[in-house]
T-cell receptor, first 112, second 114 residues
Framework: TQLLEQSPQFLSIQEGENLTVYCNSS?????LQWYRQEPGEGPVLLVT?????EVKKLKRLTFQFGDARKDSSLHITAAQPGDTGLYLC????????????FGEGTQLTVNP | DTEVTQTPKHLVMGMTNKKSLKCEQH?????MYWYKQKAKKPPELMFV???????INESVPSRFSPECPNSSLLNLHLHALQPEDSALYLC?????????????FGPGTRLTVL
């Protein structure tokens, strides 16, 4: 059983469309990070959320942490081809020390 | 400086070779990590160093040998690898002991074992 369920696994949309990626768990997380990774490169940290109910915005990206700190979402408005990449959620549990628990990732393709 | 650097970018080695991967950060982070990543999959944790001491080994085969010479450097020594070890090897660093544990990743080394 995957500790962090990320959905959808694949998403192919047209430029200008909106999308949401979900990251769900039955466990409580101290914090949750979202990364974006391009082929052959390392993941780049987009945001960290630590407070239940927290909402953070980064230009066209909106990140939300669930009230119970068990789930998170990433919403992209008016997607652009440059948003294409692998989006990973990763959480820190209080009992896991320095380990990050990763979701399986969402491969996003934005077509021009 | 918020960068983690890794060398080499690409590495091709035979099963009898010995090689090393290098990682460096100058963010004052005292936790450093090695991950292995297969295509289209999330990174898998291999090792964690905290204050230059190995704190986590995720049952990694002994053909992978980590080393942390100082607080800025992390090496991964490779010997007698198998073709299934071909992957992207990622180094990351973070502050130690913070609940958020934001990890910053390097660009990775693409390893191919022939």
């Amino acid at each position: 059983t995957q500790l962090l369920e990320q959905s959808p696994q694949f998403l192919s949309i047209q430029e200008g469309e909106n999308l949401t990626v979900y990251c769900n768990s039955s466990s409580v997380f101290s914090s949750l990070q979202w990364y974006r990774q391009e082929p052959g490169e390392g993941p780049v940290l987009l945001v960290t959320v630590v407070t239940g109910g927290e909402v953070k915005k980064l230009k066209r990206l909106t990140f939300q942490f669930g009230d119970a700190r068990k789930d998170s979402s990433l919403h992209i408005t008016a997607a652009q081809p440059g948003d294409t990449g692998l989006y990973l959620c990763a959480g820190v549990r209080a009992t896991s020390g320095s380990r990050l628990t990763f979701g399986e990732g969402t491969q996003l393709t934005v077509n021009p | 400086d918020t960068e983690v650097t890794q060398t080499p970018k690409h590495l091709v080695m035979g099963m009898t070779n010995k090689k090393s991967l290098k990682c460096e950060q100058h963010m004052g982070h005292r936790a450093m990590y090695w991950y292995k990543q297969k295509a289209k999959k999330p990174p898998e944790l291999m090792f964690v160093y905290s204050y230059e001491k190995l704190s986590i080994n995720e049952s990694v085969p002994s053909r992978f040998s980590p080393e942390c010479p100082n607080s800025s450097l992390l090496n991964l020594h490779l010997h007698a690898l198998q073709p299934e070890d071909s992957a992207l090897y990622l180094c990351a660093s973070s502050h130690f002991g913070l609940a958020a544990n934001e990890q910053f990743f390097g660009p990775g080394t693409r390893l191919t074992v022939l």
